[in-house]
């Protein structure tokens, strides 16, 4: 499909290769509620069981809707949580942003299990923000019996494919909707994780697989310490698959640098977990931001106390303002001189297309598609 004259351009950010001053990549966390206990998940509350947590402190609609107006123009939005499926209101907050913010793109990740609430909110949210590519990025982790333990929910396998064809009908209908699977690589799905690349490629009406290395800070370190030959094998195995037509990708404008990208960045985030040092200049904090529920702004989603630039809450919601304080200026400069490496993708990704150095490795990577 080609990129309609009416969508936002992710043209407009061309600039930013070269100045890096504004944040265009914007993640808010907008919950810790969640309905399911992944053994993973580094946001929840460890002492709070599945289908429970309280909107308590979370950012109202109306604060949302004051640093959605002091945002700059975006090139990429992303909720998280937390499940955003259980915000009531989750529509309403992705239209204020869509209408100050302008972005390109809007990922919502949800892990499925709410059929019923997220068709009907994305439906709505795909009507209502027709310039951006909407793209919804379901959870499956693997075969049947290795989802839902990992998730904690019996029948969470069969609620995830039930959302996503129940999803899918919407693409004939919104060609600005796109729907996607993730799956986290980490020592339960490690062994499965080539069986489930083949699952999901033959499943209909899914645009898009990524793969994300299980991170965060957890006690229980048994839960992150993935064996990373079986990572690089089972990303060799999805790369050939899409260089081959064998699995589906994007269908946006840009669908193969975008897919070229993908594919880089799995290879750094290897390196990167091979030699526990950074692969590539980190721009969290100048062009990536994480907004946390309770509004406390952060450079990336390694939420150590630190690096906490500020809460919004003290500054009326004017994000613009919070940027300019002195404890932002501090931890971005503190990026910068002192260096910090993760194997977070949403960040890697910005670290790879606004870097000219990893431009010839990008172009090399987009001529192999067929």
Not at 87 to 114: E, H, Q, V, W
Not at 157 to 163: F, G, Q, V
Not at 297 to 312: D, L, T
Request: hydrophobic residues 40%; positive net charge; contains cysteine.
């Amino acid at each position: 499909m080609s990129t309609s004259p009416n969508r936002y351009s992710p043209f407009r950010h061309w600039s930013d290769i070269l100045w890096k001053r504004r944040p265009i990549h914007l993640t808010v966390f907008l919950t810790r509620r969640c309905n399911q206990r992944c053994s993973f998940c580094f946001y929840l509350a460890a002492d709070s069981p599945p289908g429970t947590g309280s909107d308590a402190g979370e950012l109202t609609l109306a604060e949302l809707e004051k640093i959605a107006a002091s945002c700059p123009p975006l090139l990429w939005l992303a909720f998280s949580g937390g499940e955003i499926f259980l915000r009531s209101d989750l529509a309403r907050i992705t239209s204020a942003f869509y209408r100050r913010t302008k972005p390109a793109i809007i990922l919502l990740p949800s892990n499925g299990l709410a059929t019923d609430q997220i068709v009907k909110t994305t439906a709505g949210i795909v009507r209502d923000c027709p310039k951006s590519t909407v793209v919804v990025k379901l959870s499956l982790d693997g075969p049947e019996e290795v989802h839902d333990r990992l998730r904690g929910v019996p029948g969470a396998y069969a609620a995830c494919l039930r959302t996503a064809a129940a999803l899918g009908e919407l693409q004939e209908r919104y060609p600005n909707f796109e729907l996607g699977i993730n799956s986290v690589f980490c020592p339960a799905t490690q062994e499965s994780m080539i069986a489930t690349i083949d699952l999901v490629a033959a499943l209909p009406f899914i645009h898009t697989h990524t793969i994300s290395l299980a991170r965060g800070d957890l006690a229980d370190k048994s839960q992150l310490t993935a064996d990373l030959e079986q990572y690089q094998a089972a990303c060799a195995y999805l790369e050939q698959k899409l260089k081959n037509r064998q699995a589906a990708t994007y269908r946006f404008g840009g669908a193969r640098l975008k897919a070229a990208q993908d594919i880089l960045q799995r290879r750094y985030i290897l390196r990167t977990a091979q030699e526990q040092k950074a692969q590539l200049p980190c721009f969290a904090g100048r062009l990536n931001l994480v907004i946390t529920d309770d509004g406390t702004a952060y450079p990336c989603e390694s939420f150590i106390p630190p690096m906490a630039m500020g809460n919004v809450r003290a500054y009326d919601g004017d994000l613009n303002r919070l940027l300019r304080s002195e404890q932002a200026r501090l931890v971005v400069a503190a990026i910068a001189r002192e260096g910090c490496h993760c194997t977070h993708e949403c960040y890697m990704m910005t670290n790879i297309l606004f870097n000219p150095a990893t431009y010839p490795a990008l172009f090399k990577e987009y001529l192999q598609f067929k």
